[in-house]
């Protein structure tokens, strides 16, 4: 069965320093992997995917993932954090490219310090 | 851009009352989804519905809940007898044809049950 766990349910960082968000994965097949942001009262928006092409992956604003298969991990970085980043992130893991389900990690609620 | 829209955006009803949700999925999508988030936890997944059934459906899922895709541009989640354990946020989702993977969320709908 799949599933999906972000350690740190809370991360803060200052502004302009490094953002670093975990995600592991268990999957029995290739999986895809997803990150979305959700900012205050708003729905889920798509920050950049693995789809079994190149493992690092570039998303919206300047974030980006690395794919690491033998430790099956996907993490968020950023290289410099603004004080729009401040957001809800949320890992995602899909085991087939078919329409199926999404299994979400429990999210991880990231802070900016001025 | 286009973009999955739901209605209403807040949603308050009594308890043992229906409650029908309504979401405009991307209009050259086919594959359309239900999740939701109690407060505080994680995204879960609800249902899938391709080709006018259901593909998939969670333990969450059960008799009182229901989908429908009424016309060829609204779908539809109806909770038949709401509890108090419904409240949350639900997202519709939608993706298309090519890369099925990626799903594209509304806003949410945010249901209080009193």
């Known amino acids: 069965a799949q599933s999906v766990t972000q350690l740190g349910s809370h991360v803060s960082v200052s502004e302009g320093a490094l953002v670093l968000l975990r995600c592991n994965y268990s999957s029995s097949v290739p999986p895809y992997l997803f990150w979305y942001v959700q900012y205050p009262n708003q729905g889920l928006q798509l920050l950049l995917k693995y789809t079994s092409a190149a493992t690092l992956v570039k998303g919206i604003n300047g974030f980006e993932a690395e794919f690491k298969k033998s430790e099956t991990s996907f993490h968020l970085t950023k290289p410099s954090a603004h004080m729009s980043d401040a957001a809800e992130y949320f890992c995602a893991v899909s085991e087939d490219n078919q329409g199926g389900k999404l299994i979400f990690g429990q999210g991880t609620e990231l802070s900016v310090k001025p | 851009e286009p973009e999955v829209t739901q209605t209403p955006s807040h949603q308050v009803t009594q308890m043992g009352q229906e409650v029908i949700l309504r979401c405009v999925p991307i209009s050259n999508h086919l594959y359309f989804y239900w999740y939701r988030q109690i407060l505080g936890q994680k995204v879960e997944f609800l249902v899938s519905f391709y080709n006018n059934e259901i593909s998939e459906k969670s333990e969450i899922f059960d008799d009182q809940f229901s989908v429908e895709r009424p016309d060829g541009s609204n779908f539809t989640l109806k909770i038949r007898s709401t509890k108090l354990e419904d409240s949350a946020m639900y997202f519709c989702?939608?993706?298309?044809?090519?890369?099925?993977?990626?799903?594209?969320f509304g806003p949410g709908t945010r249901l209080l049950v009193l």
């Open positions: 989702a939608s993706s298309g044809l090519v890369q099925k993977e990626t799903q594209y």
